[in-house]
């Protein structure tokens, strides 16, 4: 088999790999991300046990045990292009061989769940509520870079929404869909919907501070899209990249997030830490049982 090149997977002097410093004995094959890597250890105050500390840049990560599941919790920073960097190096860690810089013969899935912040884009999706992503619609030209295919659904969804939204500039969206086998356990109290993924905080979410923006409609674009059964119930800056790579690697992801803003009413949740922290409560009751 192909040895990957020392300069294409960087492994340091611990047996780590380079910027989540884990070693593959420290993940867990259940993975929590989260943006802010202060909430690491919010989520990780739950488990009956905690094996495993690390940092390295702003990846920080803690894998123990919630009852007899075994999970990691670790944190990616903000935006898509962090995401490429956590989701290559946890897939690596499974399914390469760090000794002999090869790809397993046996593919080994994780299961990747997102919890995470974000806006509404839904007058009946209230701050505080809980949002699980049925699709992550990109506006962040991540994929884009990897080799890509659409199944029937996700290509009429793709092809709608560009006819709808006519989107200006270069930005060219793509779609994937979220693990099938994860969400069906995300249902009663979680409002679901097509998250939409933005490459930063201000004018690609429609923001306007001192800059005019290229997509003044943006948010009533994203708001009034529908079709079939599907509309877009909220953005934020990881899920499309998560969904896309992990659909690649063979993994199993789900973003779900709560909502502390809603771009639609202008409001923003009154105390986010308190929906943080249901959001991590609800989400590792259901965690623990999958």
């Known amino acids: 088999m192909n040895r990957i090149p020392e300069s294409e997977l960087i492994i340091n002097e611990r047996g780590a790999i380079y910027h ?9 094959d259940t993975v929590i991300t989260v943006g802010d890597p202060g909430r690491v250890a919010i989520v990780s105050k739950h488990f009956d046990n905690i094996d495993y500390k690390g940092s390295h840049r702003e990846f920080v990560s803690h894998t123990g045990h919630l009852g007899d599941k075994r999970i990691t919790v670790t944190s ?34 994780l299961t990747i769940i997102r919890l995470g912040t974000s806006g509404s884009l839904q007058g009946d999706i209230p701050v505080d509520s809980l949002v699980a992503g049925t699709h ?42 979220c693990g099938a086998s994860i969400i069906k356990h995300f249902v009663d109290g979680f409002h679901q919907g097509i998250t939409v993924t933005c490459p930063g905080f201000y004018g690609p979410q429609g923001r306007v501070l001192r800059l005019p923006i290229s997509n003044p409609t943006l948010v009533d674009n994203l708001t009034s899209f529908a079709f079939g059964n599907h509309r877009i119930s909220n953005f934020e800056m990881e899920t499309s990249a998560i969904y896309g790579l992990g659909k690649l690697l063979g993994h199993h992801c789900l973003s779900v997030n709560v909502i502390v803003a809603n771009r639609v009413r202008k409001e923003f949740s009154k105390d986010s830490a308190a929906a943080v922290e249901n959001l991590i409560e609800t989400c590792l009751g259901i965690i623990e049982k999958i």
């Open 20 to 28: 989540l410093d884990l070693r593959p004995e420290e993940l867990a």
């Open 76 to 109: 990616t920073g903000i935006g898509p292009d962090n995401i490429d960097i956590v989701l290559n190096e946890l897939d690596a860690l499974k399914n390469i061989d760090f000794e002999t810089r090869t790809i397993k013969e046996e593919h080994s899935p």
């Open 136 to 177: 992550g619609l990109g506006l962040d030209n991540l994929l884009n870079y990897y080799r890509f295919d659409n199944n029937n659904e996700e290509e009429q969804l793709l092809q709608q929404f560009m006819a709808h939204t006519q989107l200006s500039g270069k930005i060219q969206p793509y779609i994937a869909s």
